[in-house]
C-alpha cells in the first residue's frame, strides 16, 4: 500500500501544556493549591506523552471466506483473525480490513478495534455481496498507537484472498444483423457464387461440376455446357464491443449499476442471440487494456466468452485509471475484424466519440447496430442536460442509417423485441 509503514505524533495532546500551566499559574495567584496540583498533574501527563514512542506491530492478519466463487448477488461472510506475533502490548490497535474495490459490504464493518497482548487473536467478521469480476483483497491497514494516543504506527498486513465471480451467460436477446432484412435466419448471404438457394450467375462448366447444376436448356440450345452458380450463403461473423472506457462508467445514482455493467450484461445476451441463431460470434472492447476474442462457434468459444464477460480486466466493475487512446484503440479493432463482420456495439453513449466510433465502423464496411443502456434517468438538471445529450446522439446515428436499441426500463429482451417490431414496420 503506498505510503505504508510510516510514524507519526497525533496531535491530541496539542494545547493541554499551555493550559495546564495557566491552570498552575491561577492556582499560585489565588492560592487555590488543588489548582496547582491539577496543573501539575497535567503537566506531567503531558510529559509521558510526549516521551512515548509507537509501539513495535508485528501481526498476522488471516482472513476466511464462506465461499471464494459465489453467485451474482450471493453473501459472501469474510471472517477475519489478527494475531499478536510481537512481544508487547498493543494497547490501542485499530484494523481496516482490504475490501475489494469492486464489492459493497453488506453487513457488518471491516473496521476493528481493540487492544491485544502479545500471542492474542481478535476477530470480526462482515459481509459482502458478490459481483461479476475477480476481486482481489487489498492488505489490511493497521493503526497502533502508544498508550496515551500521541504517537502512531500504520502498517500494511499482507494477506491474499480473492473472490471469484463468474455469473452465467444472460438469456438471449435477438439483435438482428443489419442484413436480417433477406429474412436468411442465422446465415447471411454474400456476393459468391456457391451452393445456395437464390441464382447467382452462369459461368461456363468447368471439370467436376455437380451435373444438377449444369443448365442443360441452355445446352440444348447453343450446344455448350453450362453451370448455373447460387448465391452462396454462410455464416455471418459479428463482434459484439463493449464501450468500457471511464467516460462509460456512468450511472443514474452512485448505488446504481454504471452503464458499462448493464452493456456487459448486454453483450452476454447479444452473443448467445447470435451464437444460437449460427453466427460467428466474437467479443471486445474499447478499453485501455486491450480485449478481444476472435468470432468463431463452439461450447469451449461460449465458456470462454462467458469467462471473458466476467473477468477480463478491460470489463472490470470499476473505471480504469489508465488513459485511453482512442485513435490507436480504434485502428487496431478495425484490423483485426473479419471483412464483412458486423458490430453490435454496447454503449451508453455518454459523448460524442462513441458516436464518431460507431459511424467509422460502419463507414469502413462492418455495418454497425448500437446497443445503448440510457444512464441518465433522475430529474436533476444535470441528468436532464445529459438526457438530452444523449438523445441527440441516438438520433445522429439513426440518420446515418445506423440502428439504436434504446434500453432503458425494463428487460434487454423486451426492448430488443419492442425495437424490432418497429424496425419492421
Not at 308 to 324: D, G, I, S
Not at 352 to 375: C, E, F
Request: charged share 25%.
Amino acid at each position: 500500500m503506498a505510503g505504508l509503514p510510516f510514524t507519526r505524533r497525533t496531535g491530541h495532546w496539542t494545547g493541554v501544556n499551555a493550559a495546564a500551566l495557566v491552570v498552575a499559574g491561577a492556582g499560585v495567584l489565588l492560592g487555590r493549591s488543588g489548582l496547582v496540583l491539577a496543573g501539575c498533574v497535567a503537566v506531567g501527563l503531558v510529559a509521558y506523552a510526549s516521551a512515548g514512542t509507537p509501539p513495535a506491530v508485528s501481526l498476522r492478519v488471516e482472513r476466511t471466506l464462506s465461499t471464494t466463487r459465489p453467485d451474482r448477488d450471493e453473501d459472501v461472510e469474510v471472517r477475519v483473525a489478527v494475531t499478536n506475533e510481537g512481544e508487547s502490548l498493543l494497547p490501542d490497535l485499530r484494523v481496516v480490513d482490504g475490501v475489494p474495490t469492486g464489492l459493497a459490504v453488506e453487513e457488518g464493518s471491516p473496521r476493528h478495534g481493540t487492544a491485544l497482548r502479545p500471542g492474542k487473536t481478535a476477530r470480526f467478521s462482515y459481509t459482502l455481496r458478490a459481483e461479476r469480476g475477480v476481486h482481489r483483497f487489498d492488505p489490511a491497514t493497521v493503526v497502533a498507537r502508544d498508550s496515551s494516543g500521541a504517537s502512531e504506527r500504520r502498517v500494511a498486513v499482507r494477506c491474499d484472498d480473492e473472490v471469484r465471480c463468474v455469473p452465467p451467460l444472460p438469456d438471449p436477446a435477438g439483435v438482428p444483423l443489419r442484413a436480417a432484412a433477406t429474412g436468411i435466419t442465422g446465415e447471411t448471404a454474400v456476393a459468391e457464387g456457391g451452393p445456395g438457394s437464390a441464382f447467382y450467375a452462369v459461368r461456363e462448366y468447368r471439370r467436376g461440376d455437380p451435373l444438377n447444376r449444369i443448365d442443360w436448356n441452355r445446352a440444348a440450345r447453343t450446344g455448350r455446357l453450362s453451370t448455373v452458380e447460387f448465391q452462396r450463403e454462410r455464416s455471418a461473423s459479428v463482434a459484439v464491443v463493449v464501450d468500457a472506457r471511464a467516460e462509460a462508467y456512468v450511472a443514474p445514482a452512485a448505488d446504481d449499476r454504471t452503464a458499462v455493467e448493464r452493456c456487459v450484461e448486454a453483450a452476454g445476451a447479444v452473443f448467445e442471440g447470435r451464437r444460437l441463431a449460427g453466427d460467428r460470434v466474437g467479443l471486445a472492447a474499447l478499453a485501455p487494456e486491450e480485449c478481444w476474442l476472435a468470432p468463431t462457434t463452439g461450447e469451449d468459444h461460449r465458456l470462454r466468452a462467458r469467462e471473458l464477460l466476467a473477468t477480463h480486466p478491460a470489463l472490470a466493475p470499476t473505471a480504469p485509471e489508465e488513459p485511453y487512446f482512442g485513435t490507436i484503440r480504434l485502428s487496431k479493432l478495425r484490423r483485426r475484424l473479419p471483412a464483412g463482420a458486423q458490430v453490435v456495439f454496447c454503449s451508453p453513449l455518454a459523448d460524442d466519440y462513441a458516436v464518431r466510433v460507431a459511424r467509422r465502423l460502419d463507414a469502413a464496411g462492418n455495418r454497425v447496430t448500437v446497443v445503448s443502456p440510457d444512464p441518465t434517468t433522475g430529474g436533476t438538471p444535470g441528468r436532464r442536460l445529459a438526457r438530452v445529450e444523449r438523445s441527440l446522439r441516438c438520433s445522429t446515428l439513426r440518420e446515418s442509417g445506423i440502428p439504436v436499441v434504446d434500453w432503458r426500463d425494463g428487460s434487454l429482451q423486451s426492448t430488443v423485441a419492442n425495437a424490432v417490431r418497429r424496425w419492421s414496420r
